[in-house]
């Protein structure tokens, strides 16, 4: 068997994982019995956040009853974040701001911030949103109503991403591209395996009995991609997650090109375990996911046209499946040009460099840590 052909079966075969996936990836639903008031508290790790947090703050207050607290942690701003904690704690008697604690040696920013919110929490149920994420109406009872549909202590929604400018509409839908052609989500919910946690820190709900006994955000304080990593934790304990398709949670992630390329420079590399897979990965992004465009172009061969239009159909399936632009598609040579690119700058950035630096931190590679202490 030729090479083009074998690139053709791969294709064709990430082709149909992605409309699986596009098909059966879960969705937030309502209940039709009365779920519990003051049930939930909501917790912001908030780190130079002025523009994005007022309307997170709103977005989290329009949800009614279900909503106990909404509790605010300023991570050593160097903007006005606290003041607008402090304005928004005066409007309503539900929102606070956590006392600031220093940052301590072996811990990340976001794990530590998250930490300390869950301490402040009195809800049965905690509720991580990044200061970006904007809520639908009825979006926490939703929320909640999923997870005991499941039987899930630990559930997380995937956003729909906001897309404004145009490096956002060509390069952002590779982040759903990225994950759901490479992981069959039905898995997470047929097996406990770590390998099929998935998650987004934008949303994340988790019952706190459970959250305090496997030590929270703790048991990843070093950890830069902490979402997916504190699911993994959870599983190798035992306990089921589940990330579900979040169509009323909205986050716009990144606005420039600029911004894209730091923040995924911060998270591409870290996101994997061990060196072979982030190999792997580049690979099939290398010749099955662009290589055959690139065939096209020498000659219109059968395996060549069968590759290539099993990366579209994937990303039609996904675009119909999460509401986003279908013209990028267009484009996808580019992007992922631009994301291989990305994957060997990460790489280079924390294996030969002194680490990336992201909101005024420096950030060094070491050994991550996720286990309890």
Request: glycine letters at 6%; proline letters at 6%; a positive charge.
């Amino acid at each position: 068997m030729s090479l083009e052909w074998l690139l053709a079966g791969a294709a064709a075969w990430f082709g149909i994982v992605a409309i699986v996936n596009a098909l059966t990836f879960p969705r937030m639903r309502g209940s039709k019995k009365p779920l519990p008031t003051n049930s939930v508290s909501v917790l912001i790790p908030a780190r130079d956040e002025e523009e994005t947090l007022p309307g997170c703050i709103e977005s989290v207050l329009a949800q009614g009853n279900t909503v106990a607290e909404v509790l605010i942690y300023d991570d050593e701003s160097s903007d006005r974040t606290r003041e607008i904690a402090i304005e928004w704690s005066v409007k309503d008697s539900r929102v606070r701001l956590v006392p600031t604690n220093t940052l301590p040696a072996g811990w990340y920013g976001k794990p530590h911030a998250c930490m300390q919110l869950a301490q402040h929490a009195t809800g049965e149920w905690l509720l991580f949103l990044d200061a970006d994420t904007r809520l639908a109406p009825g979006a926490v009872e939703q929320l909640l109503a999923t997870a005991q549909r499941y039987c899930v202590p630990f559930l997380s929604a995937w956003p729909r991403l906001e897309m404004i400018s145009l490096s956002e509409k060509l390069l952002m839908p590779m982040l759903n591209f990225y994950v759901f052609t490479l992981l069959p989500t039905p898995l997470q919910q047929w097996s406990l395996a770590p390998r099929y946690a998935l998650a987004h820190g934008a949303c994340i709900l988790c019952e706190r009995s459970v959250y305090t006994m496997l030590y929270g955000h703790g048991s990843v304080r070093s950890e830069l991609f902490e979402d997916t990593a504190l699911a993994r934790y959870w599983r190798s304990r035992g306990i089921r997650t589940l990330c579900c398709d979040g169509s009323g949670v909205r986050v716009r992630m990144y606005r420039t090109f600029g911004q894209i390329w730091q923040g995924f420079t911060k998270n591409f590399y870290p996101g994997f375990r061990h060196a072979s897979l982030f190999v792997l990965v580049l690979a099939i992004h290398a010749l099955v996911f662009t290589l055959p465009f690139g065939l096209l172009l020498g000659a219109f061969s059968l395996p060549a046209i069968i590759a290539a239009g099993s990366v579209v159909v994937a990303r039609l399936a996904l675009a119909f499946r999460f509401g986003q632009p279908v013209w990028p598609i267009l484009f996808h040579p580019f992007a992922e040009l631009v994301l291989l690119a990305l994957g060997v700058y990460s790489w280079w950035r924390w294996n030969f460099t002194s680490g990336v630096e992201w909101k005024g931190r420096s950030y060094r590679h070491v050994q991550p840590v996720s286990t309890a202490q």
